[in-house]
């Protein structure tokens, strides 16, 4: 659940990015980087958190914050506050995912034997994969579905082929705005708030949809897990009694 709304989160910001704000390729990519950095240095802190005070309350601390951060994305996203207004969002949400996902891994991989842990390995992309795929039609259609819900209502004047191709998607809209005459800039604003409607609508789903997470994980979570030279000292020691 955690990679599925972490891919969703890069198909709705990519065209929020690119058009919305009007950014390249190559600096939408580059302003997903705090997210990024976020990432790499809570995952560097998490197996030390798991192991002082556990993996359940490391992860729930993580979707709670990845919860906290789909909130800030869908509470202040704007066309004028542009990239800042989605910036606290994407950094707390990068800390909220690398709790969640390294204790996560740990316990895939913990509640296997040694010699199977490419069984682990394997239902560990499993999980990743199958929850990118979710993630990407859920948020994915929420958004597209927000899009055309929120324009349906700023199309009055716009000629009715124009709306039409504008309602397919806000690349559609912005080629059609080529061809809507004085209309053009009137369509360019009402698609661009649309999509930021739309967002909005996909992250509180994903708040939703982590709320649900989180309290699976503070009821069924994993507990603290034994370390694991547990089991080899037992047994040396069950060897010397016999001795």
């Not at 990432?39 to 914050?65: C, D, E, H, K």
């Not at 895939?108 to 994969?129: C, F, H, W, Y």
């Amino acid at each position: 659940m955690v990679f599925g709304v972490q891919s969703g989160i890069f198909v709705v910001l990519f065209p929020f990015f690119q058009a919305v704000l009007g950014w390249s390729a190559l600096l939408s990519a580059a302003a997903l980087m705090p997210m990024a950095v976020a990432m790499m240095t809570a995952s560097g802190l998490a197996p030390r958190l798991a192991a002082r005070v556990g993996p359940r309350l490391t992860m729930s601390s993580g979707i709670a914050l990845t919860s906290v951060g789909l909130a800030l994305l869908a509470l202040f996203v704007s066309i004028d506050g542009g990239y800042l207004s989605i910036l606290p969002g994407i950094v707390v949400m990068g800390v909220g995912m690398a709790l969640s996902m390294v204790p996560s891994t740990e316990a895939i991989t913990r509640s296997l034997p040694q010699g199977k842990q490419g069984v682990a390995s394997a239902l560990n992309d499993v999980t990743r994969e199958f929850g990118t795929a979710l993630g990407v039609a859920m948020l994915g259609a929420l958004l597209t579905a927000g899009y055309r819900n929120a324009i349906d209502d700023r199309l009055d004047g716009i000629p009715q082929g124009t709306a039409g191709t504008a309602r397919e998607g806000i690349a559609n809209a912005l080629q059609a705005s080529n061809s809507a005459g004085s209309q053009a800039q009137t369509l360019v604003d009402a698609a661009k708030q649309s999509y930021v409607d739309g967002l909005q609508q996909s992250m509180w789903a994903g708040v939703a949809l982590m709320g649900l997470l989180l309290v699976y994980i503070v009821l069924r979570g994993p507990k603290n897990a034994a370390p694991a030279s547990a089991p080899d000292e037992a047994e040396h020691t069950e060897t010397v009694a016999a001795q």
